[in-house]
Nanobody, 121 residues
Framework: QVQLVESGGGLVQPGGSLRLSCAAS????????MGWYRQAPGKQRELVAT???????NYADSRKGRFTISRDNAKNTVYLQINSLKPEDTAVYYC???????????????WGQGTQVTVSS
């Protein structure tokens, strides 16, 4: 199994910045893509950004510019820097990892519990 633990969320004023972190642990053989998704109240979960083990990134079109995803493969950790935060960025942010474990050696998706980001004055 793989455990994903997010951190870095909180209450921030409009225009502020946050850096979210997500650390993966467990019986990990390898991690392919990692990513961030978010879910606002009453809305479906949506893609923010993904990053491959080689560092190739993909952003949802509306997230380009203010969001930066990065990754430390040695630490099995993915980060999301969010700048110029807006009230509409308020959501629970979830970490995702496509990983292979020593247990079954099959690629599957794992999810964290989420971290709340609230943008409000």
């Amino acid at each position: 199994q793989v455990q994903l633990v997010e951190s870095g969320g909180g209450l921030v004023q409009p225009g502020g910045s946050l850096r979210l972190s997500c650390a993966a642990s467990g019986s990990i053989f390898s991690i392919n893509a990692m990513g961030w998704y978010r879910q606002a109240p009453g809305k479906q979960r949506e893609l923010v950004a993904t990053i491959t083990s080689g560092g190739n990134t993909n952003y949802a079109d509306s997230r380009k510019g203010r969001f930066t995803i990065s990754r430390d493969n040695a630490k099995n950790t993915v980060y999301l820097q969010i700048n110029s935060l807006k009230p509409e960025d308020t959501a629970v942010y979830y970490c995702n990892a496509d990983a292979i474990t020593y247990g079954n050696m099959r690629l599957r998706a794992y999810w964290g519990q989420g971290t709340q980001v609230t943008v409000s004055s």
